[in-house]
């Protein structure tokens, strides 16, 4: 019973928060590079960079109605001037959420300016400029919502009995702007670090369904940071990298750290292996009646462990989250599985390594 009744929260939960509208996220941060800030368009050492990642959470105990966030981008470095480049890219992401099949789909083009601030050919340090313009969409299935007042008082749930709800339009479209910089320094080829902000959402588009409300999107502000230490003379490294999401009342915080292995490595790519541990902290609260939060603390929501294998232009990313917050009654500890894939396209323009690897 217990577990049924946290099973019934956690659905709950989690349609509250998509209603509400907070953002997707991915646990492969480093791998989802536009999705994180517009400033990391271009932001590469090859020339072109083709990302796909895919999400599945919840899949053991919501089976076919588990969530599942996809996302697939390309974006393209061009020299300007000795030093400099711009960066221009595009991402289509979108989302499935519960029951209901609350989804939200999204397409964005950005762009970027990386602007050399100090150093030389081989050890630079830079400062990029990025942002982005996008179209979203919204829909879900208002016949497959279900609402208190339509339980009838002895454990049963009568669909005809009225909502109390006036919703609306059950797919509608909205603009979205976000901006965000970027620092790194590479003090050679085996030795990097970086760190960013950016802002989602900078004109809140109004995400209600309903006609009689204003739901505006909360603007999300990210910080993250990271970068590439060799360990010795080795063919091992660190990499190490943290974010933090901040978006209306809810927090969140991932950090960790990967050990590269490297096997082989050119002047372009390199092939290599890599095995990471993760932490992703949440605040948890609770709602007051005007929507705010009444009560909240900061908590362990997941343990993950992931992978990453590169091979000269292909690099693939496989991690899993152990669920270990009070949730865990219900979930028996399962989380999500995420898959990522890139691959680059290099070419003959080179100018010494200038950015970390990502």
């Keep these: ?28 941060f480093y791998m989802s590079p536009l999705n994180l800030n517009p400033a990391m368009t271009g932001v590469m050492n090859c020339n072109g960079r083709f990302v796909a990642n895919y999400r599945n959470q919840w899949a053991s105990i919501l089976r076919s109605n588990a969530f599942n966030t996809y996302s697939a981008s390309y974006d393209h470095k061009i ?7 711009f960066g221009v890219g595009g ?38 400029f990025g942002a982005d313009v996008g179209l979203g969409q919204r829909s879900i299935d208002f016949l ?16 005809d009995l009225p909502s109390g709800e006036n919703l609306a339009r059950d797919n509608f479209m909205f603009a979205d702007v976000s901006a965000g910089l970027l620092w790194f320094s590479v003090l050679d080829r085996f030795n990097n670090f970086y760190a960013g902000v ?8 109004d995400v209600s369904f309903t006609q009689d409300s204003i739901v505006p999107l909360y603007s ?14 080795t063919n091992m ?24 292995f490297t096997l082989a490595q050119d002047q372009y790519t390199s092939n290599t292996f890599q095995i990471g541990a993760w932490m992703r902290l949440v605040n948890n609260y609770l709602p007051s009646g005007d929507g705010q ?16 294998f590169e091979y000269q232009n292909f690099s693939l990313g496989f991690s899993y989250d152990w669920n270990v917050s009070d949730l865990s009654a219900a979930s028996n500890g399962n989380g999500a599985f995420e898959f990522s894939l890139m691959y680059t396209i290099c070419g003959s323009e080179n100018r010494g390594v200038y950015c970390p690897s990502f």
């Design 220 to 233: 999300r502000y990210t910080f993250h940071a990271g970068g590439e230490f060799a360990l010795g003379n």
């Design 144 to 159: 497959k919502l279900r609402f208190g007042t339509q339980h009838d008082g002895n454990g049963g749930f009568d669909p």
């Design 91 to 128: 991402t289509l992401w979108g989302d499935v959420a519960g029951e209901a099949d609350f989804q939200t789909l999204q397409a964005r083009v950005s762009g970027s300016y990386s602007r050399r601030m100090g150093g030389d050919r081989d050890q630079a340090h830079y400062l990029v």
């Design 198 to 205: 950016a802002m989602h959402h900078l004109n809140s588009p």
């Design 1 to 28: 019973m217990k577990k049924n009744c946290l099973l019934f929260c956690l659905i709950l939960t989690c349609t509250g928060v998509s209603l509400y509208g907070q953002d997707i996220h991915f646990s492969q």
């Design 293 to 308: 939060s009444s009560d909240s603390s900061l908590g362990a929501d997941a343990f993950i462990l992931s992978t990453r």
């Design 79 to 85: 020299p300007v001037g000795q030093y400099d480049y």
């Design 237 to 260: 490294g660190l990499v190490p990298g943290v974010v933090a999401f901040k978006q209306g009342p809810s927090f969140l915080l991932n950090l960790g750290t990967s050990l590269r």
